[in-house]
Nanobody, 122 residues
């Protein structure tokens, strides 16, 4: 009964910022890793960032290091992706994901949200 619901997507100009939210419910996520993925038109889904729910340790794809920040608010049961200095190549559907375990990685996620569209204009 795990549920992940993304929000916050939209249209922004290159160089702008956007914050995505992922509301979680159904389970305690204390032993989970949370992640953000994205899928652009004509491309496969790719890993963006991950965070351990308990400790808050983070891991980023090279393409977003220094621009994106993943975080979580335990009291609000919510994961965030703050996206700054956005580029047209960041345009994609962004998905929230979760997996059991605290080891940060790009694979093994078993729970997924419905996705939210992010479009960056040039």
């Amino acid at each position: 009964q795990v549920q992940l619901v993304e929000s916050g997507g939209g249209l922004v100009q290159a160089g702008g910022s956007l914050r995505l939210s992922c509301a979680t419910s159904g389970r305690s996520f204390s032993a989970y890793t949370m992640g953000w993925f994205r899928q652009a038109p004509g491309k496969e889904r790719e890993f963006v960032a991950a965070i351990s729910w308990s400790a808050g340790s983070t891991y980023y794809a090279d393409s977003v290091k220094g621009r994106f920040t993943i975080s979580r608010n335990k009291a609000k049961n919510t994961v965030y992706l703050q996206m700054n200095s956005l580029k047209p190549e960041d345009t994609a559907v962004y998905y929230c994901a979760a997996k059991v375990g605290t080891a940060l990685s790009r694979t093994g996620y078993t729970y997924w949200g419905q996705g939210t569209q992010v479009t960056v204009s040039s």
